[in-house]
């Protein structure tokens, strides 16, 4: 979840590392550092706390060409200046960024404190600093540059867990070594410069070209370019990639948080998932990524789609819309649960993963998994060149646009479209006639104008959520309710509100109301009605009765306005119509900007909610 950078070059490194820094912060930002390597020693700068901690800290110009930093998501060790990184190795002779998880760090840790070490910080990263140091001191004095490589392989030798990790040297000047495993890392190859970063964004704005590292992989970097091997000392003979031009650091715009700017870009986000991608003539989706004739979607056996967060809400969507139009068994799957099951896994199943970022650790590993038992998977993924993008090899892009905001928002909608076009596709090769295809087209084409229409309810949603907030009585908990197509809506709508307000709030399904979450209605705590016209839309009315006979104020958002639901409720959002199964895309946006609304009456972060990162990059 950490974000390292690292640049070996003619340049100053300084505010190279701390633009790539700025760019990488959304990955985490408990806390945030620097190493510039020198010759003979190594100046390291790190402070708790957000990016502009550590700036008010670093020198105001530094002569360095070589450095490391580092914006870190605690996983060991307490937020704190002494365990952010970089970690010096005892004798200051090596710095170390590491984004991963040590899994016999206890182990290691004996074994060198009983040989005398002393540690400065909590972290599991410290202890790869003096692993390295150790192995370049048993290397002696005049080993030459290649020893630091060495070094860094028989450190890495005693490590079980995942890294990506990048360090620098006081011996030798404008070198920087990186490693992967499970985390990733990239080189950015430049004119007389490299670059290594955890992300290529980092580096997109100085050069397009990348070289990925797979686990198990080094890379050592200097001006005069960079070569890879193996920990086990084979060389890597791998080009470069042009990587996707640089996004460079976003603009809010007008608005006052990237998550809200990211809301108001929902319609043109959608549409662009959609592009090119219809086919009205024929009622169908043409996704060239996922290259099945319709012979072959005929013998899928089920879909099981893969994701975590938000990701696997979509999931959820795209499970129901599978079994709707296409009647092929379906299921969404918690992607670490899933993995850590022994899942069994069919090779006549198609297997779907879901990210935004591609970069998700648990998502990652449950491709790895299924694919490793001779399953097939495509991605879902917004997140162009990204670690699961080159996992899955064939998928669909979303092309939401970037995404800074901790809480997805465009993402969500922009996968549960992509589903629908999978969904859509397999229906028409199995089970949905031409008039019922086209239908769907209609109403897909139709969604952008009417996400921009449900983005006018703002005014209002703001009041909503000025009661919910209420100064000194803001509400104990907030219950989202839906059924079918808009049971993962409802769970979606509750994590963004605990999420960006940390207010509790809590999605369940209609159905199961009265089997335990009735207990917590009362007048304080206001339920949220997703409701649709359709199959569930009269259930839902009598779950609606049942909390208010309890007195719980019930907010509906539904498509359409249908007659006399508005006696029925305290409040009504009514959305342009829509067919029911992809009344989740369009719901949800009242949702998003009442999440928003509350945490900023509360005073909250809307962009970096606390405890939280953009990419959950350790499992
Ligand atoms: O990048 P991914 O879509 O794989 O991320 C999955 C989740 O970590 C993510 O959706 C998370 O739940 C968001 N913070 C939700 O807003």
């Not at 949603?461 to 079918?484: D, N, Y």
Request: one cysteine or more; charged letters at 20%; glycine letters at 12%.
């Amino acid at each position: 979840m950490c974000g390292i950078i690292g640049y070996a070059g003619p340049r100053k490194a300084l505010p190279l590392v701390i633009q790539g820094l700025r760019l990488l912060e959304y990955r985490g930002y408990d806390s945030a550092g620097v190493a510039l390597g020198g010759s003979g020693s190594i100046r390291v700068f790190k402070k708790e706390g957000k990016l502009a901690n550590l700036e008010a800290v670093l020198p105001a110009s530094s002569a360095a060409k070589c450095g490391i930093g580092h914006t870190r998501w605690a996983t060991h060790g307490a937020v704190s200046d002494a365990n952010a990184h970089p970690h010096l190795g005892p004798a200051g002779k090596v710095a170390l960024v590491h984004n991963g998880i040590v899994d016999n760090w206890a182990e290691l840790k004996r074994e060198l404190e009983a040989a005398g070490a002393a540690f400065a910080s909590e972290t599991d990263s410290e202890i790869l600093a003096h692993l390295v140091e150790r192995e370049l001191s048993r290397l002696g004095p005049s080993c030459p540059r290649s020893g630091a490589i060495e070094a860094v392989a028989a450190a890495l030798g005693r490590v079980s867990g995942t890294y990506g990790l990048a360090c620098v040297f006081a011996d030798f000047p404008g070198l920087i070594v990186g490693a992967r495993n499970g985390s990733p890392l990239a080189v950015g190859v430049g004119e007389g410069e490299c670059f290594i970063a955890s992300d290529p964004a980092a580096f997109a704005a100085h050069t397009r070209q990348a070289v990925f590292l797979r686990d198990g992989e080094l890379a050592a970097i200097d001006a005069k370019g960079w070569q890879t091997r193996t920990l086990r000392g084979e060389a890597v003979l791998r080009g470069a990639e042009t990587i996707p031009e640089a996004a460079g650091l976003a603009d809010k715009g007008a608005h006052p948080d990237f998550f809200l700017k990211e809301v108001y870009e929902q319609p043109q986000a959608v549409e662009r998932t959609l592009g090119g991608r219809l086919v009205r003539e024929y009622g169908n989706a043409k996704l060239g990524g996922i290259e099945l004739s319709p012979r072959e979607m005929h013998g899928i056996s089920e879909v099981v789609f893969l994701g975590m967060g938000t990701a696997l809400h979509a999931a959820m969507s795209g499970k129901a819309l599978v079994e709707a139009w296409a009647r092929v068994p379906a299921r969404a799957e918690d992607a670490s649960e899933f993995r850590a099951a022994n899942p069994i896994v069919d090779p006549a199943a198609l297997y779907v993963a879901v990210s935004q970022s591609g970069e998700t650790a648990d998502t990652l590993a449950a491709v790895r998994e299924v694919q490793a038992k001779g399953g097939r998977v495509v991605g879902l993924v917004n997140s162009v060149g990204s670690s699961l993008a080159r996992l899955c090899g064939a998928g669909v892009y979303l092309h939401a646009g970037q995404e800074l905001s901790v809480a997805a928002s465009k993402s969500y909608l922009a996968q549960v479209t992509g589903c629908a076009l999978i969904a859509l596709s397999l229906g028409r090769a199995r089970h949905l006639s031409i008039g019922e295809g086209r239908r769907v087209v209609d109403e897909l084409v139709a969604l952008p104008a009417k996400i921009d229409e449900a983005l006018s309810l703002r005014p209002r949603v703001e009041e909503l959520a000025a009661r919910i907030a209420s100064p000194g009585r803001p509400a104990p908990s907030v219950l989202f309710l839906g059924r079918g197509f808009l049971y993962p809506a409802a769970l979606e709508g509750a994590l963004k509100l605990k999420e960006l307000s940390y207010l509790h709030a809590e999605g369940f399904a209609g159905g199961a109301l009265k089997h335990g979450p009735l207990a917590l209605v009362g007048p304080e705590t206001p339920t949220i009605a997703l409701i649709a016209p359709g199959a569930s839309y009269e259930r839902t009315l009598s779950n609606i009765a049942e909390v208010r006979a309890r007195r719980g104020p019930v907010i509906a958002v539904c498509p359409g306005a249908p007659e006399g639901l508005r006696e029925e409720v305290d409040e009504l959002f009514a959305l342009p119509p829509c067919m029911e199964e992809l009344a989740p895309v369009l719901e949800l946006v009242p949702l998003q900007l009442l999440a928003r609304s509350v945490a900023s009456a509360l005073g909250r972060d809307v962009d970096r909610p606390r405890n939280l990162a953009k990419s959950v990059t350790t499992e």
